[in-house]
């Protein structure tokens, strides 16, 4: 097995979400706006909490309609990502995805801890290899 580098140039950025103004309770949740992200490759990002997030607790949909986005936090109608945040870890909660519908929005579900410090910043990218 031997190991691969992509070596990528970023042409083009927008950044579409950032949260943390409000802490989140124990349980609470962040449910973001949607945006259209057609054009772009790649939604990359960072979160970060003092605490911990739910099981899979940071959740990037991406759907082909901006109504396919139902009220409340789960539908089958979307792709979903899902991702378990570690608290007081930014190095580790890093994240790119891969643009395959046309709007995204990003759902953040805390964990049993209420927060004392949040941050979470994502962009959409358009990423070209070389």
Do not use: W
Request: net charge negative; proline share 2%; charged share 15%.
């Amino acid at each position: 097995m031997t190991n691969k580098v992509h070596i990528s140039q970023i042409d083009d950025r927008h950044i579409f979400e950032e949260s943390g103004i409000n802490l989140l309770a124990a349980g609470g949740s962040i449910i973001g706006d949607i945006f259209q992200v057609s054009g772009y490759t790649h939604i990359t990002g960072f979160v970060y909490s003092d605490v911990a997030s739910a099981l899979n607790g940071l959740i990037i949909e991406q759907a082909v309609q901006e109504s396919d986005f139902p009220a409340g936090v789960a539908t089958a109608n979307v792709t979903s990502t899902a991702l378990t945040i570690t608290g007081a870890d930014i190095t580790n909660n890093a994240l790119s995805v891969q643009v395959v519908g046309s709007y995204v929005r990003v759902i953040y579900i805390n964990g049993a801890t209420p927060q004392g410090t949040f941050r979470a910043v994502f962009e959409a990218r358009v990423m070209r290899g070389l």
